[in-house]
């Protein structure tokens, strides 16, 4: 186990309909990283949220966003659902500084009808 | 951006026989790379992981290499046991990323008796 927890494990939600998923991460870490991962492919980067501040963004756009808590806690917020949205959604937390292991969590598995 | 490329796709081994997954990258910046082993329904596991200068790093059946001229590195697992079933990815970190990790495509790893 690493430490690092999310909710919730599934999710279905309607196209157009909003969610939020949450993270918390592993005791002794500052840095939360939000990826999404598509049946059978690896994990895509969302964004990263060090110290309640996004430092760094992949190619996803606005709709998808993300806080980041003074406990070092996370949410990723998806607006106007598509069907396209329908995958597992990771959460890793890390030390920042670059070169140090990220720990995943078991993930939220959305599927959007 | 950086690319990853992880192959194969599906291996297949006999338990006791060893099992070799390649990738390769595309940004020489890239000084980080870790492997994740994902079971079914969790989230990726950090298995073991190599920093630019080292050349190769071993824990127990576990083996990584890495040739930084040629740009790829291996993950070699020795004596395979049926718990090795899994999907294995490889990833790989910009210099100064700060986690944020680009992905392989996975290799789907069957050890059979």
């Known amino acids: 186990e690493t430490g690092v927890t999310q909710s919730p494990t599934h999710l279905i939600k309607t196209r157009g309909q909003q969610v939020t998923l949450r993270c918390s991460s592993q005791?002794?870490?500052?840095?939360v990283s939000w990826y999404q991962q598509a049946l059978g492919q690896g994990p895509q980067f969302i964004f990263q949220y060090y110290r309640e501040e996004e430092n760094g963004r992949g190619n996803f756009p606005p709709r998808f966003s993300g806080l980041q808590f003074p406990n070092y806690s996370s949410e990723l917020n998806v607006n106007a659902l598509e069907l396209d949205d329908s995958a597992l959604y990771l959460c890793a937390s890390s030390s920042k500084g670059g070169n140090t292991e990220a720990f995943f969590g078991q993930g939220t598995r959305l599927t959007v009808v | 951006g950086e690319n990853v490329e992880q192959h194969p796709s599906t291996l297949s081994v006999q338990e006791g026989d060893s099992a070799v997954i390649k990738c390769t990258y595309s940004d020489s910046a890239s000084n980080y790379f870790p492997w994740y082993k994902q079971e079914l329904g969790k989230g990726p596991q950090l298995i073991i992981d190599?920093?630019?200068?080292?050349g190769e790093k071993k824990d127990q059946r576990i083996a990584v290499t890495l040739n930084k001229t040629a740009k790829h590195f291996s993950l070699h697992i020795t004596e395979t046991q049926p718990e090795d079933s899994a999907v294995y990815f490889c990833?790989?970190?910009?210099?100064?990323?700060?986690?944020?990790?680009?992905f392989g495509t996975g290799t789907q790893l069957k050890v059979e008796l």
């Open positions: 190599i920093r630019s200068n080292v």
């Open positions: 990833a790989a970190e910009v210099t100064g990323g700060g986690n944020k990790l680009t």
């Open positions: 005791s002794g870490h500052n840095t």
